[in-house]
């Protein structure tokens, strides 16, 4: 059984963040999904930190951070990610995203450049609008009472012991119900199911995701870019690996097979040498003003013939073992 690193805690803006820090070397920033916490990345924070110092918090509404009524927007988010780094006295890191903290990390590498070296969405939100309807049920004016009482000790018990029987069983569609078992298990903390509704009504609605970074993609031509997918997602569809490709022609992006949402917990050893990989072969983002307006100014128009003509393929993986990517 894998033990995560020891939980420490600091104050910012009056409000308890936890997180975990282990290892030493470039720091790599993990930030969790909606409804989970530093726990999901167990499997390969040990194995990453034999190289990086590895900071991962419980995002503000998750975890042992506090619950309060607060902002939680992207924005929001990579504000408090910011600061938090701030108090650790941390100035750079490379930021690795899994779900909705894909998003963050988006977020984080828009909102400051320069403290950002590189970024490695996993599984991200805000590449297409198709997103699972149990996500979107999440939004809905019912959800927090009905939740409540689905959550109640009896019931709560046998529907996850249910879940979780479900995926030991591998019956069709139960690749992520373990994870989603300790999601719903978690709910039974009305303050995590107010804050997870909040998160997620910022940027979910009934129709779908309705935060994009598409729009704004092209400014990754200054920021290695990588991006992980499982190819039997079935919360944010592997298919919005493509867009990735199409919008940032510069990523490396690899889809696993035999892989789902949690790409990281199913396969964590391959997860780690992709990590390692694309580390090991980009030069950190500088932070250049000029060159930021430059591309502002250009604006995604006229890079798309380039774009076209120096694309990068979305790499499958044959087993366990990946592909070089080429381009």
Known sequence: MTVSPRVRFADVHGHRRAYVKIGSGPVLLLLHGVACDH???????????????????????????????????????ANGMRDLLSVLEIDRVTVVGHSFGGGVAMQFAYQYPESTERLVLVAPGGLGPE????????TTPGFHHVMGALTLPGIRHVNTAALRLAHACRLPGTRDIDEIASIYDSFKDSHQR?????????????HGQIVTMTDRAYLTEEM??????????????????????????GADVTVIPDSGHFPHRDHPGEFVRLVRRFIASTEPSSYDQERLRELL???????????????????????????????
């Open 131 to 138: 997103v699972s309807p149990v996500i979107r049920s999440v």
């Open 39 to 77: 726990h999901t990345w167990d499997p390969v924070i040990r194995q990453l930190a034999r190289d990086y110092t590895v900071i991962a918090p419980d995002l503000l509404g998750h975890g042992q951070s506090a619950k309060p009524r607060a902002d939680y927007s992207l924005g929001g988010f």
């Open 297 to 327: 100014r250009d604006g995604p128009g006229r890079r798309i013939h380039r774009a076209r003509a120096g694309r990068r393929p979305v790499t499958p993986l044959t087993g366990r073992k990946a592909r070089p990517l080429t381009g």
């Open 224 to 249: 290695p870019l990588a991006v992980i997918w499982g190819a039997d997602d079935q919360v944010i569809p592997a298919q919005h690996a493509h867009n990735v490709a199409a919008l940032a022609p």
């Open 194 to 206: 107010a804050a997870v509704r909040h998160v997620l009504r910022a940027v979910v609605d009934w």
